[in-house]
């Protein structure tokens, strides 16, 4: 059974190795099941694609697959899938942690830099980050989105949206030049406009040598189309 983790004392800090190992294992996850489920969703999107394909179909097909198959592997743990406002989340049996996967840029997985996502994302990134700086007492540069009354804190705010679970990020990034896929589950705790800008911890999962049979048909790397979307009512 899973259960909160001792979040580290020094934000900032890349787990690699053993301390990657026993981080995942407080959480009731282990490298093997990440990387198994991050190769397997880019594999099934070379299998699927065509040389007639538009050249950004790829990068959506990717995180689609990858997302497919994390969740489905999450499932066999007990993690629970949520579309909340349309935005694919694993939720942890517990409903302490979930995870959003998302195409990272080149220095996903490398524990001496500092990786973000590909893409810009919307307002639902923006409040679960809001919520894990808040639940890592970490103070915010901004007020959250809701606004109670005058003088509520972002404490007040977090816990009047139900704030109570943190959400990881698993970031995959495909190499082409070294033909290997790297992949890390880290914790955001501040954006700027779409785009993670502070991890308090990062958990660095082993390096995916990858077989080059297929890999030539792929089109050449384009920022990743995978998307949250976020709905509201009219």
């Known amino acids: 059974m899973t259960e909160s983790f001792p979040l580290q004392p020094s934000p900032g800090v890349a787990l690699t190795g053993r301390a990657a190992a026993q981080q995942l294992t407080v959480m009731g996850l282990d490298a093997d099941l990440l990387t198994e489920a991050c190769h397997e969703g880019l594999q099934a999107a070379i299998n699927q694609h065509t ?3 538009p050249v950004i179909a790829f990068g959506f097909e990717h995180w ?51 990786p973000t996502n590909a893409r810009s994302k919307g307002p639902t990134l923006r409040g679960e980050v809001d919520d894990n700086a808040v639940l ?18 972002t404490v007040d705010t977090a816990v009047a949206r139900g704030a109570s679970l943190r ?9 082409r030049s070294e033909n290997t896929l790297r992949c890390e589950l880290s914790l955001p705790t501040a954006c700027d406009d779409g785009v993670i800008t502070q991890w308090h911890t990062r958990i660095i999962l082993p390096e995916v040598p990858l077989e080059p049979v297929g890999l030539e048909a792929i089109p050449p790397r384009r920022p990743t189309d995978d998307v949250d979307f976020d709905v509201v009512a009219l």
């Open 51 to 53: 040389p007639f394909d």
């Open 167 to 175: 959400t990881w990020i698993l970031l995959y990034f495909w190499d």
């Open 64 to 114: 689609e697959k990858t997302v497919s198959a994390v969740r489905k592997y999450l499932d066999i743990r007990g993690w629970q899938a949520h579309d909340r406002a349309n935005a694919p989340r694993s939720v942890s049996p517990e409903g302490l942690a979930a995870i959003a996967v998302m195409g990272g840029n080149a220095s996903t997985g490398n524990p001496d830099q500092r």
């Open 136 to 153: 890592s007492h970490i103070q915010l540069v901004h007020q959250l989105a809701l606004d109670l009354s005058e003088g509520a804190t």
